[in-house]
């Protein structure tokens, strides 16, 4: 079956923006498990913008099935092996980015990723390494050691027409290698209500990673709702 991880980063991130206790992405993360998601993936970022390292302790011990994805750092990793999540997906970090922008340089750092990738697996954590569909990238994941990669879906995403064709032909071919070499497929990044049709046509996959398309919808449908109850109670008060 294909799995549903939910991001719930950007409930942090509203949070954040005032520093305020509400909304709490815990909560947000027992709804989407409520609803049928089989993982919450959260990425604790060294700036913490979003998820903090409460968040993430939260989630590991009360979530279970907790999906952290994190910079090849000792400090994340040090986080991780004491956290435990169920698996990390190992992602590029820049401070500067708004989001992560490239997949990992697993072919450029190979031996410094297999390290990481035998000190999470050390404790169970399962392991995926997030790149883009690039030959030498999924060779490289190959001889990590990971058990899963998680194709950088962004590219299609963010294309139309003849270019959007191009990048999920891309990304077909870099399942069907992936597969070729046993590794196990994800896929995320820029996954929406949309482009999911397309996405659906990649061959091998076992889990989809989606955030900002989620919890925007989640903001719009929550709107009316929202209003509603405030209204109401402001007639209750008034008199
Ligand atoms: N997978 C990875 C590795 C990511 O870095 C992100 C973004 O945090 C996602 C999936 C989710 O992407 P989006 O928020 O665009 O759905």
């Given at each position: 079956m294909l799995k549903l991880g939910v991001n719930v980063d950007h409930v942090a991130t509203v949070r954040q923006a005032r520093k305020a206790l509400l909304p709490d992405p815990y909560k947000a993360a027992k709804i989407c498990i409520k609803a049928g998601a089989l993982q919450i993936t959260a990425h604790l970022r060294e700036d913490r913008?979003?998820?903090?390292?409460?968040?993430?302790?939260?989630l590991c011990s009360k979530i279970k099935v907790v999906n952290m994805e994190m910079a090849v750092t000792p400090e994340m990793i040090k986080i991780a092996r004491k956290l435990k999540p169920h698996s990390s997906c190992l992602v590029p970090e820049k401070r500067q980015e708004l989001t992560t922008e490239g997949g990992l340089d697993v072919a450029g750092n190979l031996e410094h990723i297999k390290d990481a990738v035998a000190k999470l697996q050390k404790k169970g954590i399962v392991v995926s390494l997030f790149i883009d569909p690039e030959t030498e990238q999924i060779k490289a994941a190959a001889a990590s050691g990971s058990e899963f990669i998680e194709m950088h879906t962004g590219s299609y995403a963010n294309a139309s027409g003849a270019k959007q064709k191009k990048?999920?032909?891309?990304?077909i071919k870099g399942a069907e290698l992936a597969h070729s070499l046993g590794l196990k497929v994800n896929a995320g990044h820029g996954i929406d209500y949309e482009n999911i049709k397309g996405i659906l046509k990649i061959p091998h996959l076992e889990e989809l990673n989606i955030g900002h398309s989620i919890i925007a919808r989640a903001v719009m449908d929550g709107m009316r709702k929202a209003v509603s109850e405030m209204l109401g109670l402001m007639a209750k008060y008034r008199g």
């Open positions: 913008r979003h998820i903090n390292d409460a968040d993430l302790e939260k990048e999920l032909k891309r990304l």
